[in-house]
């Protein structure tokens, strides 16, 4: 099991020595891992920034709510996510009608409940706003102080993640209870992609996981992937499991 970037991923599954090893991908999200540098002795347990906009599409288009807008960081990672959303938006018929990016100079520790209405008042009308921060630098800030009073998803708010701590049906609840009697703290997507890693280790065709989520979880033959629900959820409760 790796919990490493995605170059470390493929110099170890290169190695002469690990041809003949199966090796499970827990926290590399990078898409090409699953597509142009697939290996066929990696399996990944671990979402990819698609999956993760995909399962919140689903949510926002079930329940109506199809028009969009976005703050986008400035990482590379954060450029990542927020090119994933508006994809999904579009596969999934939302309307993204407009986008910000995050001033790099931006500190709000201070100032959040000033300078986010202004930086927010720009944008067109919309159901909900995206926020993409992959290391939650200044999403929290966002939340509550824009323009127009919207709920938030991506980053903040409604959150889609390979596991939540509002995740409680299919035996999740005691799952959750002996992680953190183990670890001393909650289980979070990279501890469950760890999890599924670890038992993880039959290939064929009849092989299914009991992942407490609800239904049987497979591996995807062509690239690795595990096949999986995916939780979108706030702080305090699941809001919906995807595929909707």
């Known amino acids: 099991m790796v919990d490493a970037p995605a170059q470390a991923v493929l110099t170890l599954a290169d190695l002469p020595e690990a041809a003949g090893a199966l090796i499970l991908?827990?926290?590399a999200p990078d898409s090409r891992l699953r597509e142009e540098d697939c290996r066929a002795n990696v399996l990944h347990t671990g979402l990819t920034p698609e999956m993760r906009a995909d399962?919140?599409?689903?949510?926002?288009?079930?329940?109506?709510?199809?028009d969009l807008a976005l703050i986008a960081g400035p990482r590379p990672e954060d450029r990542v996510l927020a090119q994933a959303f508006a994809a999904s938006a579009r596969k999934?018929?939302?309307?993204?009608?407009?986008?910000?990016?995050?001033?790099?100079?931006?500190?709000?520790?201070?100032?959040?409940?000033?300078?986010?209405?202004?930086?927010?008042q720009s944008l067109p009308d919309h159901d909900v706003l995206l926020v993409a921060d992959e290391a939650n630098d200044f999403a929290r800030y966002v939340a509550y102080n824009t323009w127009a009073p919207r709920p938030l998803a991506g980053s903040e708010g409604m959150v889609p993640a390979g596991w939540a701590r509002a995740v409680e049906a299919a035996g999740a609840a005691q799952l959750q209870g002996r992680f953190a009697d183990l670890a001393g703290r909650g289980m979070q997507a990279p501890d469950y992609a760890a999890w599924a890693a670890l038992r993880a280790y039959m290939l064929g065709p009849d092989f299914t996981l009991a992942g407490f989520k609800g239904r049987p979880l497979t591996f995807r033959p062509w690239n690795g992937q595990l096949r999986q629900p995916v939780p979108v959820a706030h702080a305090g409760a699941?809001?919906?499991m995807a595929p909707v």
């Open 92 to 120: 999934f018929g939302l309307k993204l009608a407009a986008t910000l990016d995050w001033p790099v100079e931006a500190d709000l520790r201070r100032s959040a409940s000033a300078e986010v209405p202004l930086f927010t």
């Open 25 to 27: 991908n827990a926290t």
């Open 55 to 66: 399962a919140l599409m689903q949510v926002l288009a079930a329940k109506r709510w199809t």
């Open 238 to 240: 699941l809001v919906a």
